[in-house]
């Protein structure tokens, strides 16, 4: 399988913990986003990678979340001190930026449940 | 004004039937669009890219009017396999991220 790939799928996690979500993006490909996304709404962007540079964080990315992508290939998403209303899904998706193409490929996501 | 808006729906059609949903985006720079095809519980999967007035893949057609700022995705001879959620992604241009709307849920009866 040469897609997107998430890990953990699931995570229960207890308020107050910290937790680490990892995301292997299709090999080829430059950029590297994370996004949340809760019931009943689009995915909500968080941060995006050109190769291991960060490029954007949302305003959404508080202090507690940190991301990175340390050799351009894998990324890691920490949430430290999780709250209740961090659960939500978070996806990882990857793109191959040309010139005027923008299209991205989602893995199948990490579901955060804080208790 | 949201940036991307759609219609939450749900639009419950029969199978065979035609059906079309729209999308406004508020950005006029925006330079590329996308629909994506979202399942229960699963990740989006990129449906169709518009980059010029129009797409048409299959029974699936999107077409783009940038003067109304609209996109709308038409889908004819619906498949039971078709009930989905359809989000409406837009590139606000350049290094910018992609803004999803809160997509459209399809539900296609037998």
């Known amino acids: 399988d040469t897609g997107v790939s998430q890990n953990p799928r699931h995570k229960i996690t207890k308020r107050g913990q910290n937790v680490t979500f990892r995301c292997d993006p299709i090999s080829e490909h430059n950029r590297l986003y994370w996004y949340r996304q809760t019931l009943g709404q689009g995915p909500e962007f968080l941060t995006y990678f050109q190769n291991e540079a960060q490029l954007e964080k949302s305003r959404l990315l508080s202090d507690r979340f940190s991301a990175e992508r340390p050799k351009g290939s894998f990324s890691t998403l920490e949430i430290q001190r999780t709250e209740q209303g961090d659960s939500a899904m978070y996806l990882c998706?990857?793109?191959?930026?040309?010139?005027?193409?923008?299209?991205?490929?989602f893995g199948p996501g990490t579901r955060l449940t804080v208790t | 004004r949201k940036e991307v808006e759609q219609d939450p729906g749900p639009f419950n059609v029969p199978e065979g039937a035609t059906v079309a949903f729209n999308c406004t985006y508020s950005?006029?720079?925006?330079?590329?669009f996308f629909w994506y095809r979202q399942d229960c519980r699963k990740e989006p999967k990129l449906l169709m890219s518009?980059?010029?007035s129009g797409n048409e893949d299959g029974r699936f057609t999107a077409q783009l009017n940038r003067a109304s700022q609209y996109i709308s995705l038409l889908i004819r001879d619906s498949k039971l396999s078709d009930s989905a959620t359809y989000l409406c992604v837009v590139n606000m241009g350049g290094n910018t991220p992609l803004v999803f709307g809160k997509g459209t849920r399809l539900s296609v009866i037998a």
């Open positions: 998706a990857s793109s191959l930026v040309l010139a005027g193409t923008y299209e991205q490929y």
């Open positions: 518009v980059y010029s």
């Open positions: 950005n006029s720079a925006s330079q590329s």
